[in-house]
Nanobody, 118 residues
Framework: VQLVESGGGLVQPGGSLRLSCVAS????????MSWARQASGKELEWVSS???????YYETFAKGRFTTSRDNAKNTVYLQMNSLKPEDTARYFC?????????????GGQGTQVTVSS
């Protein structure tokens, strides 16, 4: 499994970012995909999941602000983040997994850093 996250950066509160995760070495179109994040000094926490049929699920803090989508032709999953808050500052990771316990070993990419600050 290869996962390459990108799209992070520094953004002001209220701003937006779109994260991308390009996946390879497995059958992407048949796999659920999830995003998780880890803030400095904190545990990895689940953000969202998208299933092959397009069903999406979000953690409470992400509902109404974040949208996850996928492009099976590009083996890519996206996380559109709007109305960003300082507490969204974290490193964001993707994984070929669905709902369930968040396991650090599933999120094997380098992640992409999101910093929300004025």
């Amino acid at each position: 499994v290869q996962l390459v996250e990108s799209g992070g950066g520094l953004v002001q509160p209220g701003g937006s970012l779109r994260l991308s995760c390009v996946a390879s070495e497995f059958t992407f179109k048949d796999s659920p995909m999830s995003w998780a994040r880890q803030a400095s000094g904190k545990e990895l926490e689940w953000v969202s999941s998208i299933y092959p049929g397009g069903n999406t699920y979000y953690e409470t803090f992400a509902k109404g602000r974040f949208t996850t989508s996928r492009d099976n032709a590009k083996n890519t999953v996206y996380l559109q983040m709007n109305s960003l808050k300082p507490e969204d500052t974290a490193r964001y990771f993707c994984a070929p997994t669905g709902l369930g316990p968040v396991r650090r070993r599933d999120y094997g990419g380098q992640g992409t850093q999101v910093t929300v600050s004025s």
